[in-house]
């Protein structure tokens, strides 16, 4: 099973389907690109995190129930 990132600004949802697992650079770019994004939820996998840091220093970083 594998996990995908997602994204939210105050207006909506956007499920990454685009980002491969297991590359930082590769969602800290599709984050950079979306400068509305406030929340990232995804597991604690560190490249999600170093990625969303890079990407999206803005946003809040949270894991989903499933990863706790």
């Excluded at 994004?37 to 894991?63: K, N």
């Amino acid at each position: 099973m594998s996990t995908e990132p997602c994204a939210s600004t105050s207006r909506h949802v956007a499920r990454s389907t685009a980002v491969p697992i297991g590359k930082a650079d590769t969602l800290a770019v599709w984050l950079a690109e979306r400068p509305g994004i406030e929340i990232v939820c995804c597991d604690r996998a560190p490249f999600f995190a170093e990625g969303a840091t890079r990407g999206a220093p803005q946003a809040l970083q949270v894991a989903d129930r499933w990863h706790l």
